[in-house]
């Protein structure tokens, strides 16, 4: 059975601060590790990464996978309150259904002003 | 990436009540899903949508509680079957385009029985 394990669970930092979230990994057969960020409602797509070592950008976010040490983080710099969130790492594998993914419990992340 | 549709967006049912969620994606996707996410806690997939067979189940999930039924590549449905205020939770329908794609997800029904 896929499991994800993130860390830390919640996190509060002012606005301005950089933050570095984890999520560590056990899947049966791997294909992605995507993260979603979560406000309201449906968990928005951030990031899909298939790859080690390889960074993945957008804006102030950022991403990197580690196959070899089985771990991805997502960093976020110049945090703004709107970046107030639940972020949610999940894998894609075959332990996870035939194609469905398998999430952590998320980092559930505050942003002060 | 594709527009996901869910309705309703929310509902207040009767325990021992049926309630069918439908999901509509703007264009032909491969694969369609449907997650549950219980109060305070992350997604946990219930089920893939098969278009044109029977859905593949997760472990502690039964066709029974749980008819999903895909008769095209745009559209789902997952029925909530003689409901209790344990099936109370927000369902999920997402959508993958292709093998290597991400999969999206609709803004997800609100379930609460009472």
């Known amino acids: 059975e896929d499991k994800v394990v993130q860390s830390p669970l919640s996190l509060v930092v002012h606005e301005g601060d950089t933050v570095t979230l984890n999520c560590s990994y056990e899947v049966t057969n791997f294909r992605s590790l995507l993260w979603y960020k979560q406000e309201k409602k449906a968990p928005t797509f951030l990031f899909m990464l298939t790859s080690s070592g390889i960074e993945k950008k957008s804006g102030r976010l950022s991403s990197i996978l580690d196959k070899k040490e089985l771990f991805s983080i997502l960093n976020i710099t110049a945090t703004q309150t709107g970046d107030s969130a639940i972020y949610l790492c999940?894998?894609?594998?075959?332990?996870?259904?035939?194609?469905?993914?398998?999430f952590g419990k998320g980092t559930h992340l505050i942003i002060q002003p | 990436s594709a527009v996901i549709s869910q309705k309703p967006s929310r509902d207040i049912c009767q325990r021992g009540t049926s309630l069918t969620i439908q999901c509509q994606v703007d264009?032909?996707?491969?694969?369609m899903f449907w997650y549950r996410q219980q109060p305070g806690q992350s997604l946990t997939l219930i089920a893939t949508?098969?278009?044109?067979?029977?859905?593949?189940?997760e472990s502690g999930f039964v066709i029974d509680k749980f008819p999903i039924s895909r008769p095209n590549l745009t559209f789902s449905t997952l029925t909530v079957s003689n409901m209790s205020p344990e099936d109370s939770s927000i369902y999920l329908c997402?959508?993958?385009?292709?093998?290597?794609?991400?999969?999206?997800f609709g803004d997800g029904t609100r379930l609460s029985i009472l």
């Open positions: 264009s032909q996707v491969t694969m």
């Open positions: 999940a894998v894609d594998g075959s332990g996870g259904g035939a194609d469905g993914l398998t």
């Open positions: 997402s959508a993958r385009q292709g093998t290597n794609q991400p999969q999206h």
């Open positions: 949508a098969n278009q044109g067979s029977e859905a593949t189940y």
